[in-house]
Nanobody
Framework: QVQLVESGGGLVHSGGSLRLSCAASGFTFSSYVMGWFRQAPGKDREFVAIVSWTGNTYYTDSVKGRFTISRDNTKNTLFLQMNSLKPEDTAVYYC?????????????????????WGQGTQVIVSS
């Protein structure tokens, strides 16, 4: 049974930091491209970042220089280090797994590229 379980969300002041984790099980984590998406109230789910099975990364412009995606294949865990948080980062954050093994690019920004999704973790950034 495939499971993606996010944790680490919470309430933080503007300029603060959070580290999200996503624990994966039930599939060969090390072979998958892993991504983070987020969904703010009343908005579509949007792409945040991805990391390939080799560690190559790709970010949406709005988080470049502030967020860092990483993975630990020995622990089947995905991370998102979020620094310099802004109120507009407030959203539910989801991790997702894609079996497509292509060069990391905006191609992975589409939700239908992913086979598995977690249940999400809430991040609230107060001004």
């Amino acid at each position: 049974q495939v499971q993606l379980v996010e944790s680490g969300g919470g309430l933080v002041h503007s300029g603060g930091s959070l580290r999200l984790s996503c624990a994966a099980s039930g599939f060969t984590f090390s072979s998958y491209v892993m991504g983070w998406f987020r969904q703010a109230p009343g908005k579509d789910r949007e792409f945040v970042a991805i990391v390939s099975w080799t560690g190559n990364t790709y970010y949406t412009d709005s988080v470049k220089g502030r967020f860092t995606i990483s993975r630990d294949n020995t622990k089947n865990t995905l991370f998102l280090q979020m620094n310099s948080l802004k109120p507009e980062d407030t959203a539910v954050y989801y991790c997702a797994a894609s079996s497509n093994r292509l060069y990391v690019s905006n191609w992975y920004a589409q939700k239908d590229r992913y086979s598995y999704w977690g249940q999400g973790t809430q991040v609230i950034v107060s001004s």
